[in-house]
């Protein structure tokens, strides 16, 4: 399958949030937005994404790379299937995503690294890249078309992101 984009996608998204440009979910939304031509703004994509940070708001419920998985892969999926279908595969991106890290809950997940800030971060860097690998992978499988116009997207560099930081910020 299409093995290359769906690296390309988890590459950006894991770098948006690295970078600190971008929280879990919209990282991913973003990531899927630009890697997939989703026909969203950056802002609009990011904006969709905005609540799921932190466990949907810092209410440390469902995660947000996983709130963000399933947003990127409806958003998508609701071009070409039907509404039953869009619910059929977000529930296998949960259930793929539960299956894996043992849990959906954002505060079961850092519990563990919670007391840590480096591991915690690192955790949430590599959910953030399975979340968008696993939504990537969950579109493509159902509408693999949408590869034959994909653009890969591009990592930012640290400077870029950095003065987005910095322009924010002065705003």
Request: glycine share 12%.
């Amino acid at each position: 399958m299409n093995d290359d984009l769906v690296q390309s996608m988890a590459d950006r998204a894991e770098a948006l949030f690295a970078n600190r440009e971008m929280y879990c979910g919209e990282a991913i939304m973003t990531a899927l937005n630009e890697g997939l031509g989703g026909g969203l703004e950056r802002e609009q994509a990011r904006g969709l994404a905005m609540g799921f940070g932190e466990g949907i708001g810092k209410a440390g419920c469902l995660c947000g790379a996983l709130g963000g998985a399933v947003l990127a892969a409806s958003w998508f999926l609701s071009r070409g299937l039907d509404p039953r279908d869009v619910r059929e595969a977000a529930r296998e991106v949960h259930d793929r995503f539960k299956k894996e890290h043992g849990s959906s809950c954002c505060r079961v997940l850092i519990k563990p690294v919670k007391a840590d800030p480096p591991k915690h971060f690192s955790q949430c860097t590599g959910l953030t890249r399975k979340g968008a690998e696993l939504a990537a992978r969950v579109i493509l499988e159902r509408l693999p078309e949408l590869a034959s116009g994909a653009a890969p997207p591009r990592k930012p560099s640290r400077l870029a992101s950095l003065l987005r930081r910095l322009a924010a910020a002065v705003e």
